[in-house]
Nanobody, 118 residues
């Protein structure tokens, strides 16, 4: 059974850094697109960063470009989101997801809370 488990969230101050992890079990997903999303209170879930299979091409939301970096470790079957220069607007629940067929996000983790105080 496919499972994604996020970790690494927490309460930090403006300007701090965090690294989120997304551990995948039930398969090796590094031939597939993976993504990080976030949902703030009262807002819709939005894509933060994605990384494609095969060539590991990355894409970022404009709001996080230059501050966040998505990566993955094939041996550990884990994806990461390095978040630097955090701002209060980054406060949200962060989710990882995997796209197996190139059409939609098929599996999601439970999410990890990131809170940035001003």
């Amino acid at each position: 059974q496919v499972q994604l488990q996020e970790s690494g969230g927490g309460l930090v101050e403006t300007g701090d850094s965090l690294r989120l992890s997304c551990a995948a079990t039930g398969g090796n997903f590094f031939a597939y697109r993976m993504g990080w999303f976030r949902q703030a209170p009262g807002k819709e879930r939005e894509v933060v960063a994605t990384i494609t299979g095969t060539y590991d091409s990355t894409d970022y939301a404009d709001s996080v470009k230059g501050r966040f970096t998505i990566s993955r470790d094939m041996i550990r079957n884990t994806a990461y989101l390095q978040m630097n220069s955090l701002k209060p607007d980054d406060t949200a629940v962060y989710y990882c997801a995997v796209d197996l067929l190139g059409t939609t996000w098929d599996y999601w983790g439970q999410g990890t809370q990131v809170t940035v105080s001003s």
